[in-house]
Every structure is written in C-alpha cells, then in structure tokens.
Nanobody, 115 residues
Framework: QVQLVESGGGLVQAGGSLRLSCVAS????????IAWYRQTPGKQRELVAR???????DYTDSVKGRFVISRDNAENTAYLQMNSLKPEDTAVYLC?????????WGQGTQVTVSS
C-alpha cells in the first residue's frame, strides 16, 4: 500500500522558515506529479504549490517568491521550503502525489506561525 509521510511542521515566528518533507513508499515516485495543499478549519483545502514529474513548478499567488517546491526522486521525497512565513500561512499542510486520476494523500503536518 502506498504511504506518504509528511514532516517538518512546527511553531515558528513570523518571518521565519520551515522545510516540509513528504516521503513516499511503495510507489514509482518519479512518475508522479506532486502537490502541496494546506487546510485551515472551516476553509476549503487550498493548493499551495505543485511540481510535475518533469520538474515544472507553479505556486498560488500568496506564496510566490516565498515558497519553493522541489523533489528528490532518488530519495522518493518532496519538499516545500517556506520562507518569510506569515501568520496567515498557519494551516495543516498535506502532500498529494497523482497520476492519471489516481492520487494519494499524506496525513498532514501542522504549521503554526505566530505574530
């Protein structure tokens, strides 16, 4: 069974940085596109960033210039480097890998940014 495990969340002051990791197992990781989402209570899950199997990335406007998505296919790992964090970035961050309509989700990691 495919597993995705996120880590790297925590509590950080505004202006700080965190790097989230998403490790996949039991899957040919390099074939899949990857996305990071975030969710806060009462709000719809929001797509934050995504990277294709070929390495093309894009971002939601609110994180452009602050967040960087990357992948290491040899390590079956995706990353989300988050810089200049703001209180409004507080959320549970989840990774998703997907290919041809099949998707897998991790359990999420909490990011809390204090003002």
């Amino acid at each position: 069974q495919v597993q995705l495990v996120e880590s790297g969340g925590g509590l950080v002051q505004a202006g700080g940085s965190l790097r989230l990791s998403c490790v996949a197992s039991r899957i040919t990781f390099s074939m899949y596109d990857i996305a990071w989402y975030r969710q806060t209570p009462g709000k719809q899950r929001e797509l934050v960033a995504r990277i294709s199997e070929g390495g093309t990335s894009d971002y939601t406007d609110s994180v452009k210039g602050r967040f960087v998505i990357s992948r290491d296919n040899a390590e079956n790992t995706a990353y989300l480097q988050m810089n200049s964090l703001k209180p409004e970035d507080t959320a549970v961050y989840l990774c998703k890998i997907y290919l041809y309509g099949v998707s897998y989700w991790g359990q999420g990691t909490q990011v809390t940014v204090s003002s």
